[in-house]
């Protein structure tokens, strides 16, 4: 779906009517099982979906059991339709969920991740040590050199992650891939969904997926602009500015210190608003409100990235 | 699109090889380079990456980053993006790679037939898998589709034709890698076409009789009478014949093509498009390869009245990177029909529109999947799509889209043939007309069989002369690396659609694969979950994650290991594949898990590791 027909206002919509955990429910034609969910304050989980992206429903983490149906559908993208019977909390639903956590945690790192998806890890019941211990990191360029439809052989004394060294190659930001669940929002937001810079893709084919810019170039030789945009939309911590990424490493990151403070981009007369995270009165890391209706999120390398200007800071 | 390159220049050879394809396909040169080549026509062309990423590793050998480039250039696709649908292709190589590949199946049918030996030879010959120096490597592949004639490889090679070679053999690999003679490619076996031969066969009828390289002689054949037919019926009598049948789709889901065709024939939205899916890629399956070979033009004119049908003007043909006679013998085909009017402006003098564009794949099972088709049609990554919305409304490029398989396509010219009622009346009432199997392992005589349905598995083997002397069935896989397990008790089982469900099974491509006393159940299920791993397209967590986990698990049951984390290996295989088929988002991951199951509940993998 287009932005456009996403944020199209004003047109007269037929509503349509379903029942979810036995509960009646009427929503706009058009609505997701996602949208029915929220209106009546049922949690749904979710990883790949945001609202100001298009929906890839790759991840399943939010599948909801509809009637008749043969499998479960992602609630994120599936469409409502009239006198749909949708079960969100069915022990085929848990166990999916569960399952689904579970892979991505014995797989990813997930330190990082919100208290809100930990508390979902912990309430589905997910085990990540049950497929044994993980396996020692992948080395310097190993996963990137992987070739689609081969893979080592495995004896099952380990179990397979996406481990592999950090890549830094700028002064802006870091990509640590281990922590990479490949939900695709990086890829949308640096296209078609914001930046349309397209500087990076999925490579790769199944469990050797992998997040690239081409021939897995450097970042300063790829078409990158540095606006920082997938940052903004990365659910792990994969992608993250180098000010937090170096705090984290000499153990000088303390959520307990910051403060969120709201503010205007200055550079120039858009009007982007900021979310500043300040720490030890020093600006460690630049958002901006997912709700604000001129950036939805979204930035450019100056609003970002753009603020040593505003602390005089000796080294 | 704004388009940043980094400046990597392709060779000479690269730039012409480009060039040459792009020029073919009737994109010019722009004068001025990536200034004048944006906007809408050039995003246009996007759907010419694929074919454009194969003209560099015909001729080549590889794709470059300076070819790459190029190809973006030409194409307005951004790099990354161009990069990401490269590395998602088996047949493509991103470094250098000698000039000439051995791909070798080591999959459940030739593994049986001595693989190994001719691997051992490679290596011996060429040093390790996937050199990058030399004259020429060897890489493992998954099953190749000349099952019939195990064991098989695929020669790739950079500048020349690829050749298929089965079946192969030590002696045979050394003394081609030594004198760099090429064989001529051998037919493909279907016992009942040779003598005596069968006079119940439909789908193999012209099989061993026609020239498969003159359209005279298919229409000599009888040839083009189905097409004539179907223009006097006109697209809704075609409809009501198709309904009549009952024919259902041969891909593997068995979904009815009258109301498939009728869908997208009434779909308001234009154009239409109709997709032959010849990707045949499931393991142990090699029925539409024959048919291709032998008998092209017939699939032709099938898919010209698909498009005749369903008011489309264009029709793909995607077949499998692996299949160069087959892909020889259409491409000779269509410009045959297209020379002599049967294809183009005005086709068979009858005043409608159609053409068939030939569209290769590269090495990617998932592929065959039909939404996952069509994005590698248009030149994006073979990852399938979430539905509904269903191909029949949201198809090829957006539009309505009819996609049958080859087999069923070869039916539709049986039921203008005998009319549809009259095809109903073949097989069972739920399962109408003729069904191919593709029989191998243990047996006789492997080979492509047609039966009607409702032959049981015992008639199917009796055909093929039995099973091979002095062996004694242990269990059948049904359906191929995506099938089940049955064992002799099952030697009753009616080849039905209808049966197979009965019994919790699945007749799916038709693949019928015998495993005697002698065969290794536990390394059938392991090349099984490799392939699963392999093939997976990475998009959706289920299965991405799953089939990784999957291997591992079997891995330590076979091998009568303990799990570390005190799990019992089985409880968590039925948890994995549990969530594979319910939460995935396409049919590979649904079924991903279901040999494995099978096998446990057969009690043919006896679990020396769980704790249980
Ligand atoms: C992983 C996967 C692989 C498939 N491969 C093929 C294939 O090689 N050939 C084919 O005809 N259908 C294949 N299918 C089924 C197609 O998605 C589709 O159902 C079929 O082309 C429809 O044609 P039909 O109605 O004539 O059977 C595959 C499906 C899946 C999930
Ligand atoms: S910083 Fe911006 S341009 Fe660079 S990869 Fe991220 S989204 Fe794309
Ligand atoms: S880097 Fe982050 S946003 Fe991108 S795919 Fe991985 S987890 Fe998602
Ligand atoms: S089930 Fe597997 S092959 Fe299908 S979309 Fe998901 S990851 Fe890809
Ligand atoms: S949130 Fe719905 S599939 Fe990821
Ligand atoms: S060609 Fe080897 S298994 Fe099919």
Redesign the interface.
């Known amino acids: 779906m287009s932005r456009a027909a996403r944020f199209k206002l004003g047109v007269i919509k037929r509503t349509v009517e379903l029942t979810i955990d036995g509960v009646a429910v009427e929503v706009p034609e058009g609505a997701t099982i996602l949208d029915a969910c929220n209106k009546l304050g049922i949690v749904t989980p979710t990883l790949c979906y945001l609202s100001t992206l298009t929906p890839v429903n790759a991840c399943r983490v939010c599948v909801v059991e509809v009637e008749k149906a043969r499998v479960l559908a992602p609630a994120c993208s599936r469409k409502v339709e009239p006198g749909m019977v949708v079960h969100t909390d069915s022990e085929r639903v848990r166990h999916s969920r569960r399952m689904v956590f579970e892979l991505l945690s014995s797989s990813v790192d997930m330190s990082l991740v919100s208290g809100e998806v930990k508390g979902w890890i912990d309430s589905y019941g997910s085990d990540a040590a049950r497929y044994g211990p993980p396996a020692p990191p992948a080395k310097v360029g190993e996963r990137d050199a992987r070739h689609a439809g081969h893979h080592h052989a495995v004896d099952g004394s380990v179990a397979e992650t996406v481990a592999q060294p950090v890549k830094i190659d700028n002064d802006l930001y870091v990509r640590d891939y281990s922590r990479c669940i490949l939900c695709y929002k990086c890829v949308e937001a640096c296209g078609e969904d914001a930046q349309n810079t397209f500087a990076i893709a999925v490579a790769g084919r199944g469990f050797d997926a992998r997040i690239a810019t081409e021939f897995d170039a450097p970042l300063t030789d790829s078409a990158c602009v540095y606006c920082g945009n997938c940052i903004g939309v990365c659910p792990t911590g994969a992608l993250m500015p180098k000010s937090e990424y170096d705090l984290r490493q000499q153990g000088r990151w303390d959520e307990a210190r910051q403060t969120v403070t709201q503010t205007v981009c200055s550079f120039c007369g858009v009007g982007c608003n900021l979310d500043l995270t300040v720490q030890d009165n020093a600006i460690v890391r630049v958002d901006s409100p997912l709700e604000h209706s001129v950036t939805h999120g979204h930035l450019c390398i100056k609003g970002r990235f753009g603020f040593q200007h505003v602390q005089n800071l000796p080294d | 699109?704004d388009?940043?390159l980094?400046g990597s220049d392709p060779t000479p050879a690269e730039r012409a090889t480009v060039d040459l394809f792009l020029l073919s396909s009737g994109v010019s040169e722009q004068a001025n380079g990536r200034a004048a080549n944006t906007g809408h026509e050039a995003r246009a062309h996007r759907h010419l990456l694929l074919p454009a990423l194969h003209s560099l590793q015909d001729e080549i050998g590889w794709i470059s980053?300076g070819a790459?480039?190029y190809v973006c250039e030409r194409l307005t696709v951004?790099?990354?993006?161009?990069?990401?649908v490269a590395?998602?292709?088996?047949l493509?190589?991103?470094?250098p790679r000698p000039p000439l590949v051995a791909h070798v199946c080591d999959d459940i049918v030739c593994m049986k037939k001595g693989a190994e030996d001719i691997i051992a030879t490679l290596q011996d010959k060429l040093g390790p898998e996937?050199s990058e120096e030399g004259a020429a490597t060897w890489?493992?592949s998954?099953c190749l589709g000349q099952c019939e004639r195990a064991p098989a490889l695929l020669w790739q090679r950079a500048g020349s034709d690829d050749r298929s070679h089965a079946p192969a053999s030590s002696e045979a690999v050394g003394r081609l890698l030594a004198d760099g003679l090429f064989d001529a490619p051998e037919r493909g076996t279907a016992p009942q076409t040779e003598t005596p031969r069968d006079p119940r066969l439909r789908l193999l009828r012209r099989i061993g009789l026609v020239d498969p390289t003159d359209l005279d002689d298919y229409r000599g054949h009888g040839g083009y009478s189905a097409l004539r037919r179907a223009v006097r019926l006109g697209p809704e009598g075609i409809a009501r014949e198709l309904a009549d049948s009952k024919l259902m789709g041969r891909g593997g889901a068995a979904f009815p093509i009258g109301a498939k065709w009728d869908a997208v024939a009434k779909a308001p939205v234009r154009p239409h498009y109709v997709i032959c899916n010849a990707d045949e890629s499931e393991p142990g399956t090699f029925k539409d390869r024959i048919l291709m070979e032998e008998d092209p033009f017939a699939l032709i004119e099938a898919v010209t009245i698909a498009g005749y049908a369903t008011g489309a003007e264009r029709g793909y043909i995607y077949i499998r990177g692996e299949y160069p006679l087959a892909t020889h013998r259409l491409e000779d085909a269509i410009a045959q029909a297209r020379a002599r009017g049967m294809l183009g402006g005005n086709v068979m003098g009858e005043d409608f529109v159609f053409d068939i564009e030939l569209r290769r794949g590269a090495?990617?099972y998932i592929c065959g999947e039909e939404t996952a088709l069509m994005n590698s049609i248009e030149g994006f990554?073979g990852e399938p799509r979430?539905k509904?919305p269903f191909p029949t409304q949201v198809g090829l490029f957006g539009k309505p889209t009819a996609i049958n398989n080859v087999e069923t396509l070869f039916n539709v010219l049986e039921v203008l043939a005998e009319g549809g009622p009259a095809f109903a009346g073949i097989g069972t009432k739920d399962s109408t007309g003729t069904k191919l199997f593709c029989l191998t392992g243990a047996i006789a005589k492997p080979g492509l069989y047609e039966l009607e349905f409702g032959a049981t598995l015992r008639e199917l083997l009796d055909l093929a002369g039995g099973v091979t002397e002095g062996a004694t069935i242990q269990a059948i896989l049904l359906g191929g690396a995506a099938g089940t397990f049955i064992d002799t008790s099952d030697l009753d089982l009616p080849l039905t659609f209808e049966a197979t469900r009965a019994a919790s099974a699945s007749l799916g491509s038709g693949v019928v694969h015998i495993l005697d006393e002698s065969s290794d159940i536990s390394a059938v299920l392991l090349r099984i979950a490799?392939f699963m791993?392999?093939?997976?397209?990475?998009?959706?967590?289920?299965c991405?994650?799953?089939?990784?986990?999957q291997?591992?698990?079997?891995?330590?049951i076979v091998?009568g290991?303990k799990?570390?984390?005190g799990?019992d290996d089985v409880a968590?295989l039925a948890?994995?594949v549990?969530?594979m088929?319910?939460?995935?988002?396409c049919g590979l991951g649904?079924t991903a898990g279901v040999a494995v199951k099978s096998a446990l509940e057969r009690g043919l993998l006896t679990p020396q590791g769980s704790n249980s």
């Open positions: 699109m388009l940043r980094r980053e790459l480039s951004p790099p990354a993006d161009a990069y990401g590395s998602f292709y088996a493509f190589s991103l470094r996937s890489l493992r998954p090495g990617a990554r979430n509904p490799a791993r392999d093939e997976s397209c990475g998009q959706c967590v289920p991405r994650v799953g089939t990784v986990r291997e591992e698990a079997l891995q330590r091998a290991r799990n570390a984390s799990q968590l948890d994995l549990r969530v088929s319910d939460a995935s988002i649904f």
